[in-house]
């Protein structure tokens, strides 16, 4: 399969997807404007050119959609080609992914998981670099006590918390005045994931 990308439309704005012989190659979400995400999902598949999406990439940016529309969508069937990415960063991703629609973890959950709860710190460098945001969903993972944490993509944690708030997670308030659902100030309840 011939290296590609494409733009595709979602209630956040247009996203971009990469894609090569093994999977995608990565997913860009959206930027000031189509130029913007153009560039930035060129950057994680160089040289490849702006086409059609064949049919399975299609599928997968019709699921990406309906996700970001607050749809039930599973994107567990999309393939991603990690192969280009550290070892342990791919470890990170494997175990962002099980994290389901509403649900959260915290970057000490995934640090337990991966055998050692001092890795905090490098899991969220990790999921600062992941190429393929909303299919390995780094914003359903939180800092201690429900406190936001970063997020690298355009419009930083506001657009964390549209994401989560999109997909049904539990906003908490941190005092009575009512603050505004994305205001980066509110702290996110974790709704732990049942094993």
């Not at 190659?25 to 999406?53: F, Y």
């Not at 994305?182 to 994931?193: C, E, V, Y």
Request: with cysteine.
């Amino acid at each position: 399969m011939t290296p590609g990308i494409a733009l595709f439309d979602t209630d956040i704005g247009r996203c971009g997807v990469a894609w090569g012989e093994y999977g995608l190659l990565g997913v860009q979400l959206p930027e000031t404007n189509d130029a913007q995400t153009r560039a930035r999902i060129q950057q994680k598949a160089p040289g490849a050119q702006e086409t059609s999406p064949p049919a399975d990439v299609q599928r997968a940016c019709d699921a990406m959609a309906r996700l970001l529309k607050g749809e039930k969508s599973d994107l567990s069937f999309i393939r991603v080609d990690m192969s280009h990415l550290p070892e342990f960063n791919r470890s990170v991703y494997d175990v962002a992914r099980t994290i389901a629609p509403g649900e959260t973890l915290t970057y000490g959950d995934i640090a337990v998981r991966l055998g050692d709860k001092l890795l905090s710190r490098s899991i969220g460098q990790a999921l600062g670099q992941n190429p393929f945001p909303i299919v390995i969903p780094c914003h359903r993972v939180l800092a201690a006590n429900g406190k936001t944490g970063g997020f690298s993509a355009n419009g930083g944690v506001t657009t964390k918390f549209r994401m989560l708030a999109i997909e049904g997670a539990t906003i908490a308030q941190k005092d009575e005045d009512s603050p505004m659902l994305f205001d980066p100030g509110l702290s996110i309840a974790p709704r732990r994931q049942r094993r």
